[in-house]
């Protein structure tokens, strides 16, 4: 059984992407980020597949999109992150 691929939408200087990525590297979680601040155009994707939000991170675990650091933590929390992370892709 594979994982389902995340993706985050991140920035160099972003505290919350720091906590988004220490939390999934504990769960051993392999991240695609995607630099917005190197390319306007995947800032222009990671606002359409979002929903129109323009802060980052902005994360998807397989095709569902899962919001931001605070989200991915309420998340981690409740117990449904390892659950999404477990889903094949």
Do not use: W
Not at 32 to 47: A, F, H
Not at 55 to 71: N, S
């Amino acid at each position: 059984m594979s994982a389902a691929p995340v993706v985050m939408y991140s920035t160099a200087f972003c505290g919350y992407c720091q906590r988004a990525r220490n939390l999934l590297e504990r769960k051993g979680v392999a991240v695609q980020e995607i630099k917005v601040d190197e390319d306007y155009r995947e800032r222009e994707t990671m606002m359409k597949r979002s929903g129109g939000r323009r802060t980052v991170p902005q994360i998807f675990i397989g095709e569902r999109h899962v919001g931001g650091y605070d989200d991915l933590a309420a998340l981690d929390r409740s117990g449904e992150l390892d659950a999404l992370l477990a889903q094949t892709s």
